[in-house]
């Protein structure tokens, strides 16, 4: 009798493990679940990226890419260079311009009344831009990696 009881307290103990490691939550899920509940303005809208070269995205020389976001009647329009994100809000309006991380708000900056904006230092891996013009509800980008 004693062999059946640690054969059944290692099969527990053994389950119990099992267990655990299923409910382990992969860093990749918690950083993303993270990104998401950043977006938590229901009343915000999602600039998409436009259908450009290919995809919304244009890559130039010396490491520059731009990409175009739409969302209703604003267009973002990008060009990340090795050092900076540059950019202009068409149509032109000031606002406040925020580069956004899976962990919150990287850098913010002013668009002047012309709509151009410059933000640095230049993002790295996943990012999103929130567009506040203080005349309607904000704008975020889509997540982009840099």
Do not use: N
């Amino acid at each position: 009798m004693p062999d059946d009881w640690d054969s059944d307290e290692r099969l527990l103990a053994d389950l119990a493990d099992a267990l655990r490691e299923r409910r382990a939550v992969p860093e990749s899920f918690v950083t993303a679940a993270k990104a998401a509940f950043t977006w938590h303005a229901v009343d915000a809208e999602l600039a998409e990226l436009a259908p450009a070269a290919p995809a919304g995205t244009r890559a130039g020389g010396g490491g520059h890419r731009s990409l175009t976001f739409t969302a209703g009647g604003l267009t973002v329009s990008v060009e990340l260079t090795p050092d900076a994100l540059l950019g202009q809000l068409v149509p032109p309006s000031a606002a406040t311009v925020e580069l956004c991380g899976p962990d919150g708000v990287v850098a913010s900056t002013a668009a002047d009344e012309v709509g151009w904006f410059t933000l640095r230092p230049a993002p790295r891996g996943l990012f999103r831009l929130r567009v506040r013009t203080g005349t309607g509800p904000d704008v975020h980008t889509e997540w982009t990696r840099a």
